[in-house]
């Protein structure tokens, strides 16, 4: 017989130590066996091969498109960009649309600052139309066709082109949409977006087009996400969710993405007020407008996941209401493998209020029923702030001595390296690492229930500020305070003061679970499309997820202490 407690308690039990160590086994294998499916369930779907039934995409039919079209580089104004434009009016014409290209001279206002510069060009967008049965009204799948003057483009973007002309083979073999479908293959979009501009501003299609598809890499490899749409999402959000509802998407992507200075034909048709979704696969940035984004390196799996997308949506939407295509804002995140959670913009800031009232009262019950204590609860609040900072100077410094020992990193025009996999894997160990350590230095000062709490308030107060600040985030934090606070509150109610046991830990799996759905693929997504200089901002989610967890890592540590 040996004796279990509490660290900073003098409250003991009695348990058999084969008892204990099996149960601790169990929540860690509970743990490790979500986080698994949390990342595997992101994975771009299996190739479809070649003799599939016509209706299907298919990604090894799709291949002849890009081998066709990224042999070299294709940038504005090059013979290779040429004779990719008339491929696209051949295959076109092939499959029995009547091409045209819309030649004009296009303006942007070019990159904002010091020394700004105005981008102009003659563009050549390649358009096809659908008909469908319906009132002349389009849905409209877009890529750009032109390449980076120093890559072919074989992902950026060969692999959306090839996707719609798939996409517009399997179409043909299909019954007729109703509203009509428009393919545009816009021009210069890696020169000021200029093909997107063109058509917005000039073209007699535009004001048919009533929502917008568009596809694009950022990478050579990993799913396809939705990862912005426009303004007044939600007629597009509900349409999603039912008729993909494995779509990897999240509406923290797009308050990320709205505040960085990249863009996207998609921002130009955004801009316009079109309603739309925006496409793109970001796993292998390492080759991002390089030689090496050429056939070999592009995963066809991300190209069978682009099609799947292209296709479903263009049935879905191209039979759907025009008038649903608009809709009030919503919140919505994936469970990857399953569902596209999705509820109204409108419910931010009341779901905020319920967490922070339920946060008080278990507060208000955890220091009456002396689980808590008002030192507990300051300490634990800063000793998550103390291990995040702690996390985050580790990995920093270690990023500074990788890029002191190769210098050459600093020539990397993407700022991460082909071996990007295992620094991220490493940058992670370390962080779990740090957490761990720190949680050994707390738990002899801190009860479990004053750091989990510490946490929860953080969690909480990001909630708050993203509830009001960005509310397409703010479901990061709201679902894993619910479901944290939640399982602290039946705690306290069914047992005694700082009294940790095996009966408790289905409470606080399940409490876990949510927190471990929702960060854990977000984290895992964002690792693949950062640089090593922008990981830290993931590391800090890592921390935040190990201390909503504290309750089933401390049982495990007591029974195995390494």
Not at 523 to 551: K, N, T, W
Request: proline share 5%.
């Amino acid at each position: 017989m040996s004796e279990s407690y509490a660290p900073s308690e003098n409250t003991k039990t009695i348990v058999l130590p084969e008892g204990r160590v099996i149960i601790a086994l169990l929540a860690l294998a509970f743990i490790c066996s979500l986080v698994y499916l949390a990342i595997a369930r992101t994975a771009a779907p299996a190739v479809i091969d070649a003799n599939a039934p016509v209706s299907e995409f298919s990604a090894a039919r799709a291949m002849r498109h890009v081998q066709a079209i990224a042999q070299r580089p294709h940038p504005i104004g090059s013979s290779e960009h040429a004779k990719t434009r008339q491929y696209l009016q051949a295959e076109l014409t092939t499959l029995g649309l009547t091409p045209q290209v819309q030649t004009t001279t296009a303006v942007g206002p070019g990159a904002s600052g010091p020394g700004r510069r105005i981008q102009a060009g003659t563009v050549n967008n390649v358009i096809g139309r659908l008909p469908g049965t319906g009132a002349g009204r389009a849905v409209m799948v877009v890529s750009h066709y032109d390449s980076a003057q120093t890559s072919p483009g074989a992902s950026d973007n060969g692999a959306s082109v090839a996707a719609m002309l798939e996409t517009l083979r399997a179409l043909k073999g299909s019954s007729p949409l109703k509203n009509d479908l428009i393919v545009l293959f816009t021009d210069a979009e890696e020169t000021g977006l200029l093909g997107a501009r063109a058509f917005v501003t000039e073209h007699p299609w535009a004001g048919d087009v009533v929502a917008v598809l568009n596809f694009e890499a950022r990478g050579t490899k990993g799913p396809s996400l939705m990862f912005e749409t426009g303004n007044e999402n939600g007629g597009l959000i509900k349409q999603l969710a039912q008729s993909a509802p494995r779509t990897i998407a999240s509406s923290l992507f797009t308050e990320i993405y709205k505040r960085l200075p990249n863009s996207t034909d998609f921002g130009i048709f955004k801009d316009a007020g079109y309603p739309g979704l925006n496409f793109a696969y970001t796993d292998g940035f390492a080759h991002y407008h390089t030689l090496s984004d050429n056939i070999e390196n592009l995963d066809q799996r991300s190209l069978q996941h682009h099609g799947n997308h292209a296709l479903t949506l263009a049935q879905a939407l191209g039979n759907a209401d025009v008038d649903q295509m608009k809709g009030p804002d919503e919140v919505y995140f994936s469970i990857p493998g399953w569902l596209l959670v999705h509820y109204p913009e409108t419910w931010v800031k009341p779901l905020a209020v319920v967490a922070l009232l339920m946060l008080v009262g278990v507060l208000w019950l955890g220091l009456r029923k002396k689980h808590l204590t008002i030192s507990g609860l300051t300490l634990g609040f800063f000793a998550l702030f103390a291990t995040a900072v702690a996390a985050a100077v580790t990995v920093t410094l270690v990023n500074l001595i990788v890029r002191n020992l190769h210098g050459e990193y600093r020539l990397i025009p993407q700022g991460t390296t082909y071996n990007n996999d295992i620094y991220v894997i490493s940058f992670v160990s370390f962080t779990v690492a740090v957490v761990f350590a720190m949680h050994n230095l707390f738990r002899k000062r801190i009860s479990t229930a004053n750091l989990m709490t510490g946490g929860l308030l953080w969690c909480t107060i990001l909630m708050a500020a993203t509830s009001w600040a960005a509310p397409g985030a703010s479901y990061l934090f709201t679902w894993p305070s619910l479901f944290g606070i939640l399982a602290l509150g039946v705690v306290f109610v069914v047992s005694a003061p700082n009294f940790l046991t095996a009966k408790h830990l289905p409470v606080f799996a399940i409490s876990a679970a949510p927190a471990i759905a929702l960060l854990v693929p977000i984290i895992y997504l964002m690792s693949l499309g950062l640089s090593l200089s922008l990981l830290r901002a993931v590391l800090v989610l890592i921390v935040l997820l190990l201390v909503l967890m504290l309750p089933l890592i401390e049982y495990a540590a007591r029974a195995n202490k390494w």
